[in-house]
């Protein structure tokens, strides 16, 4: 079994989106919590207690991140929004495009990023015996650009955290994994011309945000060829994904040779996930996170990070996110997934992505065979 540790913090629980209401003019309906609510990660918490599987992790509790360290990616108009917008008014507030929270959610939000921070600390900081972590972290951050939030997200957690590491501990080459079934677009902007950050989005093509993400998006300038976008036909199963894990991210990784590796773990391909149109299970989840660890084995030294993004099938994300963590850990709970559905054959457009992917970018890089 591997060793990894958990960053988490109870105050999570405390940014509140509210209900999701319908506005009929006159009339208005609840139909429940919004989406991104804290159920997710409680669930996911009580489903590692459990299992049995958080006795075999090391706990960590996070503390918010700096304003100086948001500042490496977030410009301070961007941060003082979100300060006012938390302050002013009552009730439900809205920082941005789907972006919803309350009174508190900035702080929630810079406690968010200082878990990506602190499990980026695990990852690099000699003092700790592990070497990788999960951030069991919200809000999530992927969609947040330098300037604005968007998609549930206020700041771009992973981002700060590549940022931090090269700044704290001089780490020049930092890869981000992106598997959260919608495009990594804040993180996307924030790199876009640096190649020191890779960063491969593997997508639902032209799902949210609707605009972006196409694999023609590479980059611009020193960055060029370093922004690897894959977009993937609705009905994406596990076999599809593996495919191009197999094919396009461990390749690149390998050929990138980062010192740190970093996941954007968003589990919302899953194939109960309402916001999404993918099928991945359990098993495609584990197999995933295993190639992560062993590509990090392989190139830096283990040193691996996953961040919790999206999900929001509150029965199935518990049990997706015990396949990430089963894969990570290499271990197998032998919880009996209910919801298991018969293995498709791959879907065969995938093939035709990964063959166009490869074709755009080997004109950067001499990657794949
Ligand atoms: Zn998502």
């Not at 998609?151 to 930092?174: D, H, P, S, T």
């Not at 922004?227 to 599809?240: A, C, Q």
């Amino acid at each position: 079994m591997k060793r990894l540790g958990l960053v988490y913090h109870d105050d999570y629980l405390k940014h509140d989106t509210g209900e999701m209401v319908y506005d009929f003019g006159t009339e208005q309906m609840s139909v429940g919590l919004e989406f991104e609510n804290p159920k997710r990660v409680k669930l996911i918490k009580e489903m590692l207690e459990k299992s049995g599987l958080l006795n075999k992790m090391q706990t960590f509790h996070p503390s918010p991140a700096t304003t100086e360290d948001i500042l490496r990616v977030h410009t301070e108009e961007h941060i003082n929004n979100m300060q006012r917008i938390a302050k002013e008014g009552t009730g439900k507030r809205i920082f941005g495009e789907e972006v919803y929270g309350s009174d508190v959610s900035e702080e929630i939000a810079r406690l968010s990023a200082g878990g990506a921070l602190k499990a980026v600390d695990i990852a690099m900081d000699s003092q700790y015996d592990v070497k990788q972590a999960y951030a069991l972290i919200r809000p999530p951050g992927h969609h947040a650009t330098k300037e604005k939030a968007m998609g549930f997200c206020l700041y771009n957690n992973v981002a700060i955290a590549a940022r931090y590491a090269q700044e704290k501990y001089g780490v020049k080459r930092v890869a981000i994994v992106d598997w959260d079934v919608h495009h990594g677009n804040g993180t996307q902007d924030i790199f876009y011309d640096d190649d020191n950050v890779l960063f491969i989005s593997v997508h639902e093509d032209g799902y949210f945000p609707l605009e972006g993400g196409d694999m023609e998006e590479v980059g611009i300038g020193d960055g060029l060829g370093y922004n690897v976008n894959v977009p993937l036909p609705s009905g994406t199963d596990d076999k599809g994904y593996i495919h191009v894990f197999e094919h396009i991210v461990v390749p690149m990784l390998k050929e990138y040779q980062p010192e740190l590796l970093l996941v954007s773990a968003g589990q919302d391909p899953n194939a109960l996930d309402p916001l999404s149109r993918m099928l991945v299970l359990r098993p495609g989840f584990r197999k995933m996170a295993q190639m992560m660890r062993e590509v990090a084995e392989e190139i830096c030294d283990g040193r691996l990070v996953a961040f919790q993004e999206g999900g929001y099938s509150l029965p199935y994300l518990p049990i997706a996110t015990l396949g990430v963590l089963e894969g990570l850990m290499d271990v197998d709970t032998g919880f009996e997934d209910p919801h298991v559905v018969p293995i498709r054959t791959m879907h065969e457009d995938v093939k035709q992505v990964v063959a166009k992917c490869k074709e755009i970018h080997q004109a950067y890089r001499k990657m794949l065979n």
